[in-house]
């Protein structure tokens, strides 16, 4: 396995991983043809020195994905924290370590760009996800709200 930046071509399947549950099931476009918002959104991410889109490769395969996003901030002295979103895993390779290998990969690139704080979210309907998470270390330390736009 093998992480590197997502490419364009990288989008499908992408969205595919994104949908293949029952959050994501109701709200992303898989296919082979996606609509143009993801185009748009993953040019915007790919030429923002703050945001890396990442796969996790197996044998030339998208195994995983997930969005690093470096958020400069006055709070801890001024110092930049690392948000992770979007982590998801071929459904066929969840188990295997690809997702805590992932999470590992995000918070040494936080700690290596000097960040004092790596942060995610994951919905309350995913508690595989929080046992996961909580697993490797991170605390449900705070309490995120979200006011979504129609």
Same mark, same amino acid.
């Given at each position: 396995?093998?992480?590197?930046?997502?490419?364009?071509?990288?989008?499908?399947?992408?969205?595919?991983?994104?949908?293949?549950?029952?959050?994501?099931?109701?709200?992303?476009?898989?296919?082979?043809?996606?609509?143009?918002?993801?185009?748009?959104?993953?040019?915007?991410?790919?030429?923002?020195?703050?945001?890396?889109? =990442?796969? #996790?490769?197996?044998? &030339?395969?998208?195994? +995983?994905? /997930?969005?690093? %996003?470096?958020?400069?901030?006055?709070?801890?002295?001024?110092?930049?924290?690392?948000?992770?979103?979007?982590?998801? =895993?071929? #459904?066929?390779?969840? &188990?295997?370590?690809? +997702?805590? /290998?992932?999470? %590992?990969?995000?918070?040494?690139?936080?700690?290596?760009?000097?960040?004092?704080?790596?942060?995610?979210?994951?919905?309350?309907?995913?508690?595989?996800?929080?046992?996961?998470?909580?697993?490797?270390?991170?605390?449900?330390?705070?309490?995120?709200?979200?006011?979504?736009?129609?």
């Amino acid at each position: 396995m093998t992480f590197r930046e997502a490419t364009v071509d990288d989008l499908p399947d992408i969205v595919r991983l994104l949908a293949d549950d029952p959050l994501g099931s109701t709200r992303e476009t898989p296919g082979e043809k996606i609509p143009e918002a993801y185009f748009t959104a993953f040019a915007a991410i790919e030429k923002d020195p703050n945001n890396t889109l =990442v796969i #996790a490769d197996v044998a &030339g395969s998208v195994a +995983g994905t /997930l969005q690093l %996003t470096f958020i400069p901030g006055l709070t801890y002295t001024g110092s930049e924290r690392a948000q992770i979103e979007g982590v998801r =895993v071929a #459904a066929e390779q969840r &188990g295997t370590g690809i +997702g805590q /290998l992932m999470i %590992t990969w995000a918070i040494d690139q936080a700690r290596d760009r000097g960040c004092r704080v790596v942060q995610l979210t994951t919905d309350r309907q995913r508690p595989d996800a929080i046992r996961f998470y909580q697993k490797i270390g991170f605390r449900p330390s705070h309490m995120g709200m979200k006011y979504h736009l129609t």
